[in-house]
């Protein structure tokens, strides 16, 4: 009777440990979530090429000084704002001042000059008009009256060299002048100073740039495109642009400049871009043109998953189970994106992706 049940009691520990080897089964898999489901298929849209363009400022320009003079007052930064007439540069005017004071002693010389030798002519005209009227009584040998003829056509002659003297000396002053004025460098429009190549004591030469000042109003962006597809461009026709992580935009082609790059044999489009704040020169943007239809797929934008630079969709496996899917994206079209690759025809993916639905089994639903 003891053996039994020292027996039964070994049973009994037997079957509990074998129990805690092997958990209990889990339960039934969860019911499928009904959920709005698109099938992705191929649609008809607007064929495009796209090309990569640099941004830059319809209006700009190099600020540079006509003379060759110290930079005495340097009165912008980068970034400063900028009013048209503003004055930016000031060169030392001292050399010049005293240029202006020689050029001006020197056109009072020449008025002197010039003035004797009016009084010169003056005389020399009164005799050979005494001298003609003795030679038309005989009262004169020919030598003599020769000798006064000559005279005074040498008078006339130091007279018009005096009064080109004055002329020339008159326009070294109006020179001068310039020059001095061109020691105050003004800005030629409202704008910002987008670039400083020099400092304050540095020698201004003629053209080399000091500043450089945009109208950050008015952006465009420059694409290059070869011969081919410059026939089915045109002034005023319209394309997507794309800066950044901003939507494209639309904008027109404000001009084609009508010669080729000889190296490249391309041909340079400038776009005008809309009117925006966070665009400035030397940025990049990507330009898309219609150039026809073509199929592609596309989806609502409200059906694509963003996490960082990665974009994905909750797509349908074999089970109908929501899977991360990763996908390339193309153009938009309106609440629509293309998608370039990630899905083919006929796949299924979630309208509304929501990551509590990955792996879940999904019905579904209108």
């Known amino acids: 009777?003891?053996?039994?049940?020292?027996?039964?009691?070994?049973?009994?520990?037997?079957?509990?440990?074998?129990?805690?080897?092997?958990?209990?089964?889990?339960?039934?898999?969860?019911?499928?979530?009904?959920?709005?489901?698109?099938?992705?298929?191929?649609?008809?849209?607007?064929?495009?090429?796209?090309?990569?363009?640099?941004?830059?400022?319809?209006?700009?320009?190099?600020?540079?000084?006509?003379?060759?003079?110290?930079?005495?007052e340097l009165r912008v930064r980068e970034g400063d704002r900028?009013?048209?007439?503003?004055?930016?540069?000031?060169?030392?005017?001292?050399?010049?001042?005293?240029?202006v004071q020689q050029a001006e002693s020197q056109v009072a010389a020449a008025r002197q000059q010039e003035s004797?030798?009016?009084?010169?002519?003056?005389?020399?005209?009164?005799?050979f008009a005494r001298y003609q009227t003795l030679d038309q009584r005989h009262s004169v040998t020919p030598h003599e009256f020769d000798q006064v003829r000559t005279g005074f056509e040498a008078a006339q002659?130091?007279?018009?060299?005096?009064?080109?003297?004055?002329?020339?000396?008159?326009?070294?002053?109006?020179?001068?002048?310039?020059?001095?004025?061109?020691?105050?460098?003004?800005?030629?429009f409202a704008g910002v100073v987008s670039a400083k190549f020099v400092d304050a004591g540095a020698m201004a030469t003629p053209g080399?740039?000091?500043?450089?000042?945009?109208?950050?109003?008015?952006?465009?962006?420059?694409?290059?495109?070869?011969?081919?597809?410059?026939?089915?461009l045109r002034p005023g026709s319209l394309v997507q642009v794309i800066t950044g992580s901003a939507n494209p935009t639309e904008a027109r082609i404000r001009e084609i400049v009508p010669s080729a790059d000889p190296a490249a044999h391309t041909f340079t489009v400038k776009i005008a871009l809309p009117a925006s704040t966070g665009l400035y020169s030397g940025m990049t943007a990507n330009v898309v043109v219609p150039t026809g239809q073509q199929t592609a797929i596309t989806l609502p934008r409200s059906s694509i998953r963003e996490r960082?630079?990665?974009?994905?969709?909750?797509?349908?496996?074999?089970?109908?189970?929501?899977?991360?899917?990763?996908?390339?994206?193309?153009?938009?079209?309106?609440?629509?994106?293309?998608?370039?690759?990630?899905?083919?025809?006929?796949?299924?993916?979630?309208?509304?992706?929501?990551?509590a639905l990955i792996g879940r089994r999904i019905e579904p639903r209108p």
């Open 1 to 72: 009777m003891k053996n039994f049940s020292l027996m039964g009691a070994s049973l009994l520990l037997l079957n509990f440990a074998g129990c805690s080897r092997h958990p209990q089964a889990l339960p039934d898999r969860a019911p499928p979530v009904a959920a709005a489901v698109i099938a992705v298929s191929t649609a008809t849209v607007p064929a495009a090429l796209s090309f990569t363009g640099v941004i830059a400022a319809q209006q700009a320009a190099d600020i540079s000084s006509q003379i060759l003079a110290p930079i005495a």
């Open 157 to 188: 002659a130091q007279h018009q060299a005096a009064a080109a003297q004055v002329q020339a000396a008159q326009s070294a002053a109006a020179q001068s002048r310039a020059n001095q004025s061109f020691t105050v460098i003004t800005a030629p």
């Open 116 to 127: 004797a030798a009016a009084a010169q002519e003056r005389l020399a005209s009164e005799t």
């Open 208 to 232: 080399t740039p000091l500043l450089r000042i945009e109208d950050t109003r008015q952006h465009e962006v420059d694409i290059q495109v070869n011969e081919s597809m410059l026939a089915k």
């Open 308 to 355: 960082g630079q990665l974009d994905s969709v909750l797509a349908l496996d074999g089970s109908s189970a929501a899977q991360i899917r990763y996908v390339n994206l193309g153009r938009l079209f309106g609440d629509r994106v293309e998608v370039t690759g990630g899905l083919n025809p006929g796949d299924r993916v979630l309208a509304h992706p929501d990551d």
């Open 82 to 99: 900028v009013t048209r007439g503003q004055i930016l540069v000031r060169l030392s005017s001292a050399a010049l001042a005293a240029g």
